[in-house]
């Protein structure tokens, strides 16, 4: 098969370039100052924009390893067309934009472009020497896209000329799009303790991906500040001390249809037994799929220490079988089955209303949500070879009598 990346016809660089754009945004809101926004898709790849106004528009250009700039590069040039219509837009001189070009490959040492790169100064000299050596480098080309630049350039003073291209700057071996997320960690997650940064900017930049559609879709219409992503670092980092653990599947659905009249699950059942309605066994189901894989989560990602998940099921099996010692004290053997079918309801609306709301029946101190204790205890009551919980007083009777489990 042929190498993509050797192909005519492969448009990986492009693909690359998209992805690309969302993900040095990031990086580069994360080092300018917090009350800055940035837009995606506005006057340029990227817009960024300070407290006071000013903006510094942004082309992007990830390519080929060992890709170079050249006097007459059509990445260059074909930023300079859109800078020039954005500069004539906002009158010129009076404008108040810089104008940058990001690209993973660098400047040839032949090219007048090396005068654009960072730490070349702005002296008079060095701008009429700017303006000659654009100008003669598109009078060199025979391609029409380029002649065009020429005739806008042309429509330039001077004094224009000497100041649009004083406002460019090249940064050269930009970082590649997947030496990013490691370029974030290192320098802006250096507070958050190493063996979380991963699982971090993994959600980091899914949110901000979340974002950027928003933004992109119309559905955002200001900027993206660089406080709102201190801020969600900050957050995200909150999770994981160690009082703490991460919470990634509040509102997520199983994959698969939920089914609550024939789901033939033991915690399922153990609900339909005590007469609990379907709408209520459906948010059931979904807590049982949430905390299952919230924790499983938790496991991958190394963030429970040894034998906690346990600890905090025997937690809550004994708190459960005290409330239920309570709430079946007065059945016998004699009770009728609606006594019975009430008493488990009574049971279940405990775990299911009430047990969140106790402090000591939480996995970790500030792991409040509803859905890790809830579904922890239809865990508990889906266990084989026979639940841990249950909420029908002859459960587990009658389930040693299907499926041969003695109580």
């Known amino acids: 098969m042929k190498d ?14 998209y992805i690309y754009q969302p993900r040095l945004a990031l990086l580069r809101l994360m080092e300018l100052p917090e009350n800055t926004a940035v837009f995606l ?10 407290k006071d106004g000013s903006k510094h528009l942004a ?3 990830h390519k080929a390893t060992g890709d170079r700039l050249t006097d007459l590069s059509t990445d260059f040039w074909k930023s300079v067309r859109i800078w020039l219509a954005r500069y004539k837009r906002d009158g010129c001189v009076a404008s108040n934009m810089r104008l940058f070009l990001f690209t993973t490959g660098t400047v040839s040492d032949s090219s007048f472009l090396k005068a654009f790169l960072p730490g070349q100064g702005n002296t008079g000299d060095r701008s009429e020497a700017l303006v000659e050596q654009a100008q003669e480098a598109l009078s060199r080309s025979k391609s029409d896209v380029i002649g065009d630049i020429k005739k806008q350039f042309d429509k330039l003073t001077p004094t224009e000329k000497q100041d649009f291209l004083d406002r460019i700057l090249i940064l050269d071996g930009s970082p590649r799009i997947e030496d990013i997320p490691e370029k974030i960690k290192d320098r802006h997650m250096r507070s958050i303790r190493r063996e979380h940064r991963n699982a971090i900017f993994e959600r980091l930049e899914g949110w901000w991906n979340d974002e950027v559609i928003m933004q992109l879709t119309g559905n955002r219409g200001e900027g993206i500040f660089g406080f709102e992503v201190s801020d969600k670092l900050s957050a995200l980092s909150e999770e994981y001390k160690m009082d703490n653990l991460p919470i990634t599947f509040r509102g997520k659905e199983p994959p698969a249809q939920i089914d609550t009249k024939s789901d033939p699950r033991t915690f399922v059942m153990q609900l339909r037994e005590i007469g609990i309605g379907s709408s209520r066994i459906r948010n059931a189901i979904l807590d ?6 919230q924790r499983s989560e938790w496991a991958r990602e190394n963030l429970l220490v040894s034998r906690e998940i346990e600890d905090y099921e025997d937690r809550l099996v004994d708190e459960w079988s005290r409330y239920r010692d309570c709430v079946f004290e007065d059945l016998d053997e004699n009770s009728a089955e609606d006594v019975l079918r009430q008493a488990g309801k009574e049971l279940y609306r405990w775990a299911d209303q009430q ?8 996995i970790r101190a500030r792991v409040t949500e509803p859905y890790i204790t809830r ?3 239809h865990i508990l009551a889906d266990a084989a070879p026979a639940p841990r919980v249950f909420w029908h007083p002859r459960f587990l009777d009658r389930l040693g009598k299907v499926l041969g489990v003695s109580k």
């Open 355 to 362: 047990s969140g709301n106790v402090e000591s029946l939480r």
């Open 375 to 377: 579904g922890s205890f």
């Open 4 to 17: 993509p990346t050797t192909d005519r016809f492969s448009a990986i660089e492009q693909g690359l370039g």
């Open 288 to 293: 049982y799929y949430r905390a299952f894989e």
């Open 59 to 61: 082309s992007l250009k």
């Open 41 to 50: 898709e506005k006057d340029d790849d990227l817009d960024f924009v300070d």
